[in-house]
């Protein structure tokens, strides 16, 4: 009892690098947070909905009466019947001050808040979408890096253990007890080694290069491994496709667009209606037409405007405006489609990559042992050389495999949520 103790707690010690995060340095919440502050297909985002905001604001100003004011002055001639159809130079000037409310506008101005309107909102969920994309991107590159951190190690200590081995054949070589055989076999897997430790500092450098690209600063020297968001995932396959046509925000942008589409071809119907405007102004002028005197006036109208033809524009403008609102509504089924396809997608990789880790681990740990009991073996002549580089380079491979399993499960994880357009909100707690 007492030996198979010992050898868990062997185990447990080998696998602890795996199991266990590190207490210090950034988390990948923290990451995620600065890069959604300094992205810039974010920023881009953001500045997008601001100015759909501002068209907003724009088409509100139709509710509003306009006021201009005019002024001017210079030398005017006449020659007309006030002035005895003689030449007449004055200085004339003039100046006056309109009030124009529209009453009435066939309800282009309703159908253009109402639009720009669903464009903030579609530009609100582009947004949301454009966060959830980074998100996912910047929780790939601080995995990825963490990953290749711990296959180094790995590789480093492959590399140690084939040099132990590698000396201790050496060794027996050069007493004559080895073989020269042995001695060229331990040489070659040594060297192999040394190739897998430099292709693991490659990857390394590789995915620190995409970290500072997405990310936009250097990796940090510590880096907390992150915890499961399992808790945050649905229960199964249904309900993830269910909850996605609620949260998803891509497919709400594109449903946002609709309504835009509607309010557009209502729009295009004014034409068909008449305008009416209140009118108020003051005049205040002086040596008009040849008159050397002033002339001041004041009004109030109504004032209706109503075209009755202008080459059949008003017919085909209506027209388009309802392709593009079928336009709209074909974009919004590609949408559903397409999430539809992105939640399956991910979540299959999900189930998979939750089964790889369970016989990863205890492939891994299998091979720890085998190891342990190769290596025993050998020292007494019941195992070759062989076996036991064998076993050593099965302990990488499959440590190796494992280590990439846990993070491909995390980042499976991670897909789920994103393709439910839940992943910045979820990062953000």
């Known amino acids: 009892m007492k030996i198979n103790n010992q050898k868990t707690l062997l185990i447990s010690l080998t696998l602890l690098p795996f199991l266990s995060s590190p207490v210090m340095g950034e988390t990948l919440e923290q990451v995620v947070q600065e890069t ?4 810039p ?3 881009a985002s953001e500045n997008e909905k601001l100015a759909r905001q501002e068209q907003l604001n724009q088409a509100r100003a139709g509710n509003y009466p306009s006021i201009d004011l005019t002024a001017g002055a210079g030398q005017e001639t006449s020659n007309n019947a006030a002035t005895f159809n003689t030449d007449v130079e004055l200085d004339r000037s003039e100046s006056a001050i309109t009030l124009r ?3 009435f506008s066939g309800f282009e101005t309703t159908s253009q808040i109402d639009q720009q309107q669903a464009r903030v909102k579609a530009a609100e969920h582009m947004l949301a979408s454009s966060r959830d994309e980074i998100s996912l991107r910047a929780s790939q590159v601080y995995l ?6 711990e296959i180094l190690s790995l590789a480093q200590k492959n ?4 040099q132990v081995i590698f000396n201790k054949v050496q060794q027996r070589s050069k007493s004559g007890v080895g073989r020269s055989s042995d001695r060229d076999q331990a040489r070659g897997r040594l060297s192999l080694a040394r190739s897998n430790l430099a292709a693991s500092k490659a990857n390394l450098f590789s995915s620190e290069a995409n970290y500072i690209r997405v990310v936009g600063k250097a990796v940090p020297a510590q880096m907390q491994k992150p915890n499961s ?3 945050a ?4 396959i249904d309900t993830a496709l269910t909850n996605a046509r609620q949260t998803n925000p891509l497919l709400a942008s594109a449903s946002a667009e609709v309504t835009a589409a509607i309010a557009i071809r209502d729009g295009s119907k004014s034409g068909n209606y008449p305008k009416l405007d209140l009118v108020l102004s003051s005049a205040w002028n002086e040596n008009l037409d040849g008159v050397e005197a002033k002339d001041e006036e004041q009004y109030a109208m109504l004032q209706l405007r109503w075209n009755i033809f202008n080459g059949g524009s008003d017919s085909a403008r209506n027209s388009e405006k309802a392709h593009l609102y079928g336009k709209a509504i074909n974009s919004r089924d590609d949408a559903i489609r397409l999430v539809d396809q992105t939640v399956r997608l991910a979540w299959s990789e999900y189930v998979m990559r939750k089964s790889q880790v369970v016989d990863l681990n205890q492939h891994f740990k299998s091979s720890l042992k085998t190891r342990n009991s190769y290596d025993k073996q050998f020292r007494i002549g019941k195992r070759t050389l062989l076996d036991l580089l064998d076993t050593e380079n099965e302990v990488f491979q499959s440590g190796r495999a494992y280590t990439n399993a846990q993070y491909d499960l995390i980042q499976a994880q ?4 994103a393709s439910l357009g839940l992943l910045s909100q979820t990062m953000a707690k």
């Open 101 to 103: 409310q529209n009453l």
């Open 159 to 162: 590399l140690n253990k084939h």
């Open 144 to 149: 990825d890096v963490i990953r290749k951190r």
């Open 41 to 43: 297909q974010v920023l």
């Open 233 to 236: 995932l649905p229960a199964n």
């Open 36 to 39: 959604l502050s300094s992205n």
């Open 229 to 231: 968001v399992a808790e």
């Open 414 to 417: 991670h897909k789920v949520l």
